[in-house]
């Protein structure tokens, strides 16, 4: 059984048990969320399409870390004109794991 949900605007295929990791969000660690926005449910060979939302389903998570993502590093550069800058920084993340798909 999976579900694709819409969380900040990007589009992620879960299962119940999977580590999920967004962009930061607010809350402690042991936090419960809920996420409404669900597109599909698919349970073996039956499935739940939303137009565009499925009606009273949602998923449920628990926030298991919150913490600095990889560094990404920017180069600027220009050609000519010795102008070379480099800039690094750690996004904030926040990583799930997902405990249960509620159907309709």
């Keep these: ?10 589009q992620y295929m879960v299962k ?19 996420f409404d926005e669900v597109l599909l449910i698919v349970d073996d060979k039956k499935f739940l399409l939303g137009k565009p939302l499925i009606k009273g389903a949602h998923i449920l998570a628990v926030i298991k870390a919150q913490g600095k993502g990889e560094k990404i590093h920017v180069r ?20 799930l794991e997902i405990t249960e798909i509620v159907k309709a």
């Design 1 to 10: 059984m999976f579900a694709i949900i819409r969380a900040q605007g990007k």
């Design 16 to 34: 119940i048990g999977d580590s999920l990791v967004l962009p930061s969000m607010d809350g402690e660690v042991g936090t419960k969320v809920s």
């Design 76 to 95: 600027r550069y220009k050609s000519k004109v010795r102008y070379r800058k480099h800039i690094g920084f750690r996004a904030s993340i926040t990583t």
